[in-house]
């Protein structure tokens, strides 16, 4: 096959979750076990850093690669949705995969995982841990696709796990409270090895506390110990943030430079820099320069894209992955303190969120567009504007995400501001990303 047609195949043959929902979701660690063993055990042959949480894991795997990228590291990165290509989820030191390499590995691996009746989610980490055995990455950096406990990527026994934090979102997957959902991500924390939280969430606390205890995992809540301090506001369009950096009440480093804009990257921060510290203690050399490197350069040695990502200036037009309600708080936050004369908001989400909550969130004088991406998990355009009339957002339907961002530019004039979000989908579908 081409790498075309084993695209193809990978999609029609296992329904992926990102695209269909629940029907492509399959848990448990067996099927992803059976393809562990007869692919020889590649869990095992690489050190690894095993990333969850509802919102900021994504972010938060790219940090710590491209830090242990900077200190000269041999890093892969595995992360899901990717936004353009397939390959984008699997990196070695920011490079996407081969699709030469894909090509390959499914063409010797396909009889094993149909007779496995494996979902697309459990072939992708079969092919990320084979691939970075192969690669002999030094340590590789693993984003949980959804949940923990059942996720495929459980299988690893990494030198560190981190927790980002807990937000609703999949509920009727993993939970409708968040200790349920918490319970489903703690599920990462194994015997022995420490467990970093990057955010004390009193509703959820206890249920990692009491994990790590039945574990005896090490424990620590990394915003207690390290706070990300903004020294002044980015200017409009601006690609940095100037950060100082707390440890314990002492200033660790001051003017860091952070390449991720997005407000709620100062929250993913003390977890990233604690999970630094514990590589650390575990014998990875990364030095102060190799931290600042990373931090400000992480778009540029991981390939991240879509948070808080600036498309243009003049109008500033910015878009952001951010899907469910806690992550939209943080957005509609940070577009509040955006100098403007008016607000263009392309909009797009998925049927298994709940809308509403998202809804209400949203600033009523923003000029919506609604759209929907190309997948058979979008909520229909006009689904979603009737939900939005209802709760005072107007606007305008669209065929498609680049024809809505595309009238949302035509319409802004110099000094507004168009934001594109509500789906990792819709920001995937936008043109010049």
């Given at each position: 096959m081409t790498y075309q047609q084993t695209l193809d195949y990978l999609y029609a043959r296992l329904p992926m979750f990102q695209r269909v929902g629940a029907a492509?979701?399959?848990?448990?660690?067996?099927?992803?076990?059976?393809l562990a063993e007869a692919t020889g055990h590649p869990?095992?042959?690489?050190?690894?850093?095993?990333?969850?949480?509802?919102?900021?894991?994504?972010?938060?795997?790219?940090?710590?690669?491209?830090?242990?990228?900077?200190?000269?590291?041999?890093?892969?990165?595995?992360?899901?949705?990717?936004?353009?290509e397939f390959t984008e989820r699997i990196r070695l030191n920011g490079q996407p995969l081969e699709p030469a390499f894909l090509v390959e590995w499914v063409a010797r691996w396909r009889p094993t995982?149909?007779?496995?009746?494996?979902?697309?989610?459990?072939?992708?980490?079969?092919?990320?841990?084979?691939?970075?055995?192969q690669q002999k990455v030094d340590v590789a950096v693993v984003e949980v696709g959804l949940g923990g406990r059942l996720d495929s990527t459980n299988i690893l026994q990494p030198l560190v796990s981190l927790i980002t934090n807990i937000s609703l979102d999949h509920q009727a997957l993993l939970g409708d409270t968040l200790p349920l959902i918490?319970?489903?991500?703690?599920?990462?924390?194994?015997?022995?090895?420490?467990?970093?939280?990057?955010?004390?969430?009193?509703?959820?606390?206890?249920?990692f506390e009491q994990k790590a205890q039945q574990e005896e995992a090490p424990l620590l809540f990394a915003d207690q110990h390290y706070r990300a301090e903004l020294l002044r506001e980015p200017a409009p369009g601006e690609a940095v943030q100037l950060l100082r950096i707390w440890h314990d009440d002492k200033v660790l480093l001051d003017d860091v430079?952070?390449?991720?804009?997005?407000?709620?990257?100062?929250?993913?921060?003390?977890?990233?820099?604690?999970t630094i510290?514990?590589?650390?203690?575990?014998?990875f050399v990364i030095e102060e320069s190799?931290?600042?490197?990373?931090?400000?350069e992480v778009t540029r040695l991981t390939g991240l894209r879509g948070r808080w990502t600036i498309l243009g200036r003049q109008p500033l037009v910015v878009c952001d992955t951010g899907h469910n309600e806690a992550g939209i708080r943080f957005i509609v936050a940070q577009l509040a303190r955006l100098p403007r004369r008016r607000l263009h908001f392309v909009l797009g989400v998925v049927q298994d969120k709940d809308v509403s909550k998202m809804l209400a969130l949203l600033p009523p004088e923003a000029t919506y567009y609604f759209c929907q991406a190309t997948i058979p998990r979008a909520l229909p355009a006009a689904e979603l504007a009737g939900q939005a009339a209802a709760l005072g957002l107007?606007?305008?339907?669209?065929?498609?995400?680049?024809?809505?961002?595309?009238?949302?530019?035509?319409?802004?004039?110099?000094?507004?501001?168009?934001?594109?979000?509500?789906s990792t989908f819709v920001v995937a579908e936008i043109e010049e990303l």
């Open positions: 492509g979701y399959k848990p448990g660690l067996q099927r992803t076990e059976a869990e095992r042959q690489f050190r690894s850093v095993h990333v969850a949480g509802t919102n900021g894991k994504g972010s938060s795997s790219h940090l710590l690669a491209a830090v242990l990228q900077a200190a000269g590291y041999r890093v892969g990165l595995y992360t899901s949705p990717h936004l353009k995982f149909e007779q496995a009746e494996a979902s697309f989610f459990e072939v992708c980490v079969a092919l990320a841990f084979d691939y970075f055995a918490a319970v489903e991500k703690a599920g990462i924390i194994k015997p022995g090895i420490p467990a970093i939280i990057s955010q004390t969430q009193p509703e959820v606390a206890a249920v430079e952070l390449g991720l804009v997005g407000d709620y990257q100062r929250h993913n921060l003390p977890g990233v820099l604690a510290a514990e590589l650390r203690r575990q014998g190799h931290l600042r490197e990373g931090l400000r107007s606007g305008t339907i669209y065929a498609s995400v680049p024809a809505a961002v595309a009238a949302a530019r035509a319409a802004a004039e110099a000094d507004d501001v168009v934001f594109i979000g509500g």
